[in-house]
């Protein structure tokens, strides 16, 4: 039996485990079907793009378990999460991966709302009289 490697992403607050092995290509997202899971078609291309990057989408099976955020931040986690169990699996495949920037942690985050004002950067109006 072939191995499991193991990724872990995070982007906003989404937490995603990918877990991959040599298969034949099925992604399957908390227990579901990822086409299931993320209706929308960019946030499937997101999810993907590790395994197009280093054209093996048919090669691996691929497990996630997300957690947090909404399903953006989960599939930009889950992204994250399978370069880096690729990464794992075989240190060649590092190179495309980083030089398609897939192996950087989004560092973006949400903004706090500051006291005073009604949103993170937003004032209420002025009025000089």
Same mark, same amino acid.
């Given at each position: @039996?072939?191995?499991?490697?193991?990724?872990?992403? =995070?982007?906003?607050?989404?937490?995603?485990?990918? /877990?991959?092995?040599?298969?034949?290509?099925?992604?399957?997202?908390?227990? =579901?079907?990822?086409?299931?899971?993320?209706?929308?078609?960019?946030?499937?291309?997101?999810?993907?793009?590790?395994?197009?990057?280093?054209?093996?989408?048919?090669?691996?099976?691929?497990?996630?378990?997300?957690?947090?955020?909404?399903?953006?931040?989960?599939?930009?986690?889950? /992204?994250?999460?399978?370069?880096?169990?690729?990464?794992?699996?075989?240190?060649?495949?590092?190179? *495309?991966?980083?030089?398609?920037?897939? @192996?950087?942690?989004?560092?973006?985050?949400?903004?706090?709302?500051? *006291?005073?004002?009604?949103?993170?950067?937003?004032?209420?109006?002025?009025?000089?009289?």
């Amino acid at each position: @039996m072939s191995e499991d490697y193991i990724g872990i992403g =995070r982007r906003k607050t989404a937490v995603a485990q990918a /877990s991959i092995k040599r298969g034949t290509g099925v992604i399957t997202v908390n227990g =579901r079907a990822f086409e299931e899971y993320f209706p929308i078609p960019f946030r499937r291309i997101e999810l993907m793009k590790p395994l197009v990057t280093i054209k093996e989408e048919r090669k691996f099976d691929v497990r996630i378990r997300t957690s947090g955020g909404g399903l953006t931040g989960q599939a930009g986690a889950a /992204s994250l999460a399978i370069a880096r169990a690729l990464n794992k699996c075989s240190p060649n495949f590092r190179s *495309p991966l980083k030089k398609a920037g897939l @192996m950087t942690r989004d560092p973006r985050k949400r903004e706090r709302k500051k *006291p005073g004002q009604p949103g993170a950067r937003k004032r209420f109006q002025f009025s000089k009289r």
